[in-house]
C-alpha cells in the first residue's frame, strides 16, 4: 500500500534537499573564506613575531632561544610538543581524529652575514662561534619568514579543527644552512617516536618571485650537492728550474680545465649539473715550485646517477692527468667527499599536482607558477628518501616587493639574491599567501577521499 505524502511536507523537503546541496557545492568557497579571514587577522601578531625572529637570529646548531620560541608556540596552539629531537628540533602533534599525517616543516637558523638592509628591525646581532672569531648574523635566507608563515598555518589549521580530520605533525628543524638537521632528527627518531607522515610539506621563500605568488615544480625542484677536496702531488723545486721538477700548479691548472669537460662532454645535455672549482692553494714563495696544490670543489647534480658519473670522472681526470706527468703510483692524487651530501629535493608529482590544485582554487591560477628547478640545495630531499618513503613536496614563497620586481623585469636588474646582506621579503602578501594557501592544501589533503 502506498502512502501519499501532503503537498506541503514534501515542498518542505525538496526546498531542505536544494538547500543542503547548495550548501555541499560551496563547502569549499566557505572553507577558503575563513581561512583567508584567518590569515588576514593574524597579520598584526605575525608581523611582530617575524621582526622578532629577524632582530634576534641564530646560527646553526645554536638556535637555542628560537627553538625555545617555536616550542612555546605549538604549545599554545594545544599541540603535545617535545624539544631536543635532534639537538635543536621542536616536534609538535596535533591529533584531530581519524585521517591522514601530514608534516609541515619549518628551518630556523641564520646565517653569518652582516645585515646591510637598513631595516628599522635589522640585525645587529654578532656572536662567538665555536672557531673562535666573532661573526655579524643575520635571517639572510628567510627562515624568520619561513617560521612566521609556519605558525600562522598551524594557527589557522587549529583554529579550523572542525574542517578536518587527520594528525597534523609540525617540526621545527636546526641546521639547515649546514645541511644537517634533517638527518639529526630522523636519526633521533622523528618517524617512529612521532607519527609517520603520509605527506611532508615545506616552503622556501623565493627572491625571484613576486610577493603573492607561489612556485611548483612536479618534481625534483632543487640540486643535490656535495664537495670534494682534490690534493695534487708533484715533486717540487727552484722555480728556476723547472726541468727537475713535477709541478703541481702545472698539473692542477691542466686537471681543472678538463673538469670543464665533465658537464659539457660526459653528462647527457638534458640532466643539468654544475662542476665548480671554488678553491685552488699551492705554495708559499715566488721561486718554488711546491710539492702539493689543494684544491675544494663543489658538485651540483638532479639525479644519484649524474652524481656518480661526475665523481668517476674527478678521480680518473685527475689521475690520467697525474700519470701524463710522469708521476710515480704513490703521488697519485688523493680526492675525497666530506660527509655533507645533501640529496636533491625529489617532490612527488603527484602531492604536488593535488596541492596546486587547491592553491590555485584559493590565489588563482595566475598566481601559482610553475618554475625551472633551481641548483641551490636544502636538507628538505632528506626527509622523503628515508625506507618509510614519505611523499615531500617544496613549494617555493614569492618574497619580492611587486613594485620592486616589475622594475626588475623592465630594467633587467637583479633583485637581492638569498643569503645576501640585502635579503629583505615583502612580509604582509608573502605572509598572508603563504598561510593560505598552505591551510587550504593540508585541509584539502586531510579530507580527500582515496580512490
Not at 577558503?32 to 613575531?49: D, F, N, P, R
Not at 635543536?88 to 581519524?98: A, E, F, I, P
Not at 591522514?100 to 628591525?121: C, H, K, S, Y
Not at 705554495?283 to 646517477?305: A, C, Q, Y
Amino acid at each position: 500500500m502506498k502512502r501519499l505524502i501532503p503537498a506541503t511536507l514534501l515542498l518542505s523537503f525538496l526546498l531542505a534537499t536544494a538547500v543542503s546541496g547548495q550548501k555541499t557545492a560551496t563547502s569549499g568557497q566557505d572553507i577558503g573564506g575563513l581561512i583567508k579571514k584567518e590569515a588576514a587577522s593574524s597579520v598584526a601578531t605575525a608581523e611582530v613575531m617575524y621582526r622578532d625572529l629577524h632582530q634576534n637570529p641564530e646560527l646553526s646548531l645554536m638556535e637555542f632561544k628560537t627553538a625555545a620560541r617555536m616550542a612555546e608556540a605549538l604549545a599554545r596552539l594545544g599541540f603535545e610538543v617535545t624539544t631536543g629531537v635532534g639537538g635543536n628540533g621542536v616536534v609538535g602533534v596535533l591529533r584531530n581524529g581519524k585521517g591522514p599525517v601530514i608534516m609541515l616543516r619549518t628551518d630556523m637558523d641564520a646565517l653569518p652575514v652582516r645585515e646591510t638592509t637598513g631595516l628599522p628591525f635589522a640585525s645587529t646581532v654578532t656572536v662567538q662561534t665555536p672557531l673562535g672569531p666573532e661573526t655579524p648574523v643575520m635571517h639572510a635566507c628567510g627562515h624568520d619568514l619561513h617560521m612566521t608563515v609556519w605558525h600562522g598555518t598551524l594557527k589557522t589549521l587549529a583554529a579550523l579543527k572542525g574542517k578536518w580530520k587527520g594528525t597534523l605533525v609540525a617540526i621545527a628543524q636546526p641546521a639547515e644552512e649546514v645541511s644537517g638537521g634533517s638527518d639529526m632528527m630522523i636519526a633521533d627518531g622523528l618517524y617512529s617516536r612521532f607519527p609517520k607522515p603520509d605527506y611532508a610539506l615545506c616552503y622556501h621563500v623565493s627572491p625571484d618571485l613576486p610577493a603573492g605568488t607561489i612556485g611548483y615544480f612536479p618534481g625534483a625542484i632543487f640540486a643535490g650537492v656535495n664537495s670534494a677536496d682534490i690534493k695534487v702531488f708533484g715533486i717540487g723545486g727552484h722555480g728556476a728550474m723547472p726541468h727537475k721538477t713535477i709541478d703541481p700548479v702545472v698539473l692542477s691548472a691542466k686537471i681543472i680545465l678538463d673538469y670543464q669537460t665533465i658537464v659539457s662532454r660526459e653528462i647527457n645535455p638534458v640532466y643539468p649539473a654544475v662542476v665548480t672549482v671554488g678553491s685552488v692553494h699551492g705554495g708559499t714563495k715566488h721561486n718554488i715550485i711546491p710539492g702539493e696544490v689543494e684544491m675544494k670543489l663543489t658538485l651540483r647534480f638532479f639525479s644519484d646517477d649524474v652524481y656518480s658519473r661526475i665523481r668517476e670522472a674527478l678521480t680518473r681526470i685527475a689521475n690520467g692527468n697525474a700519470m701524463a706527468a710522469g708521476l710515480p703510483q704513490e703521488l697519485m692524487p688523493v680526492i675525497t667527499f666530506p660527509d655533507d651530501f645533501t640529496p636533491p629535493v625529489e617532490n612527488d608529482p603527484g602531492l604536488v599536482g593535488m596541492a596546486t590544485e587547491s592553491m590555485e582554487t584559493l590565489l588563482g591560477k595566475e598566481n601559482v607558477i610553475r618554475v625551472d628547478p633551481s641548483t641551490v640545495a636544502e636538507d628538505f630531499g632528506k626527509y622523503g628518501r628515508t625506507d618509510e618513503k614519505v611523499k615531500i613536496a617544496l613549494f617555493w614563497l614569492g618574497g619580492a616587493n611587486r613594485a620592486k620586481y616589475d622594475e626588475s623585469v623592465i630594467t633587467g636588474t637583479d633583485l637581492p639574491a638569498l643569503h645576501s646582506s640585502n635579503f629583505a621579503p615583502d612580509f604582509i602578501p608573502a605572509y598572508t599567501t603563504g598561510v593560505t594557501a598552505m591551510s587550504g592544501t593540508i585541509i584539502d589533503l586531510f579530507n580527500r577521499k582515496e580512490p
